[in-house]
Structures are given as structure tokens and as C-alpha cells.
């Protein structure tokens, strides 16, 4: 097993926790089974380059995040950030169509705000 192998594998992992799916859950999306991406994941397995296109699209980033392509620029999210994220992923794509509504209602009213207090 190659060091790439491993990182790409972290990534893939790191990545699906984020989003807060399951190795299950993936497994069915990809059409892969849930050893697949357990094996996957510990750089055991080697990815070819459908199943990491798929796996990208599952996790909603740019295959290049995980091959090291391009420099991804880590920043610091606030933990309560990547928790919304998160809770969010399991939202229906109604409901997170609100969440994002009442959030841009949030942040118009902060900029409208900073504006008065000028």
C-alpha cells in the first residue's frame, strides 16, 4: 500500500464524515459494497477513476480535492459551521432550500443592520 493510496483514502473518509453519510450509505450510491469502501478508505483498495468521480459527486467536491491536482486551501470553518453542514446534509432538498432562504434572510438583515449603525 502506497502512501498516496493512504492519503487519497483519508481524504475519501474525512470527506464522507463531513457530509455525515455512512460507509453504507456510499456503498449504495457508488454501487460498490461497504468493505469496498471500508478497504477504500484505509488505502488498502485502489480507486479507479469512475468510482472517485462518483464518490466526488457523493461528497459535493472537485476529484482534484482528493488527487492533490490543485492546492486546496484549508481554512479554519467554525466548529458550529461544519455541524450546520452536517445536520444539513440530512435535510430534504426542500428543507435545506428554507435553511439556505432563512440564511440569506440572516444575512441581508446583518448587512442592513451594519448599515444603520454607521
Known amino acids: 500500500m502506497t502512501d498516496a493510496r493512504k492519503s487519497l483514502g483519508a481524504k475519501l473518509r474525512e470527506a464522507r464524515e463531513y457530509v455525515g453519510l455512512s460507509?453504507?450509505?456510499?456503498?449504495r450510491g457508488v454501487g460498490l459494497t461497504r468493505s469496498a469502501i471500508s478497504l477504500i478508505e484505509t488505502g488498502t483498495r485502489k480507486?479507479?477513476?469512475?468510482e472517485l468521480?462518483?464518490?466526488a459527486e457523493m461528497y459535493q467536491r472537485p476529484?482534484?480535492?482528493f488527487t492533490g491536482e490543485v492546492d486546496v486551501i484549508e481554512t479554519a470553518m467554525p466548529?458550529?459551521?461544519?455541524?450546520?453542514a452536517r445536520a444539513a446534509s440530512k435535510l430534504t432538498e426542500a428543507d435545506r432550500a428554507e435553511l439556505l432562504r432563512?440564511?440569506?434572510f440572516l444575512s441581508t438583515k446583518a448587512t442592513?443592520?451594519?448599515g444603520a449603525d454607521r
Not at 79 to 84: C, G, I, P, R, Y
Open 112 to 114: 442592513s443592520k451594519r
Open 53 to 55: 468521480k462518483k464518490l
Open 63 to 65: 476529484a482534484a480535492d
Open 23 to 27: 460507509q453504507d450509505e456510499v456503498a
Open 79 to 84: 466548529e458550529t459551521v461544519q455541524h450546520l
Open 47 to 50: 480507486v479507479d477513476a469512475l
Open 102 to 104: 432563512f440564511a440569506e
